[in-house]
């Protein structure tokens, strides 16, 4: 629940060159337009029930995935840029080298300080970096909860079968009508 004192909507990945079919390394743009509205009004409710709202964006640094990736997210490009339909309700921004949200030194201590201990994930992907940073966070004691209309997969056919695994793995999968 969102009145819980250690709870934080966690943003993953809303980058230009992931939600837009111009982007270099598209997700699944019709999902990825329907969970836009869905996380901006999910982090007004954070934001009004005092929880904090965290964003998350990739820049890789290892020149093979940069070229692997054909220089997707690299930073300081616009590709890199938060998606302009995201509302950024925070200053709680960072930055992470790979899939997995606790790769980011900063985010960790982020979430120390704040004493959180409930994360609900949305953004991108079901099938990657919400996967990857689901796993992690449960492995470090968080509980997670995958907001199901506030995430996108990057094929759009893995989009059901990515929430049945994170469900598997110990992952709340709620609808954010159900989140008070």
């Not at 998606?83 to 790769?103: W, Y």
């Not at 990515?162 to 992952?171: A, F, G, P, T, Y």
Request: hydrophobic share 40%.
């Amino acid at each position: 629940m969102v009145n819980q004192q250690k709870s934080a909507l966690i943003v993953i990945d809303l980058q230009n060159d992931f939600t837009l079919a111009t982007g270099k390394t598209p997700a699944c743009t019709s999902q990825v337009d329907k969970l836009i509205p869905v996380v901006n009004k999910l982090s007004k409710k954070f934001i009004k029930n005092k929880q904090d709202v965290a964003y998350l964006k990739t820049e890789w640094s290892n020149p093979l995935v940069q070229f692997l990736t054909g220089n997707s997210v690299k930073k300081g490009t616009k590709g890199a840029d938060f998606d302009r339909r995201l509302n950024l309700d925070s200053n709680n921004i960072f930055i992470k080298k790979n899939k997995n949200a606790f790769s980011s030194s900063e985010f960790i201590e982020f979430l120390k300080v704040k004493s959180i201990d409930h994360l609900y994930l949305v953004g991108l992907a079901t099938d990657y970096c919400i996967k990857v940073s689901a796993e992690k966070a449960i492995e470090n004691g968080y509980r997670v909860t995958v907001v199901r209309d506030g995430v996108a997969a990057y094929k759009c056919e893995y989009f059901l079968k990515s929430l049945q695994v994170l469900s598997s793995k110990n992952c709340a999968v709620v609808e954010s009508a159900n989140i008070d």
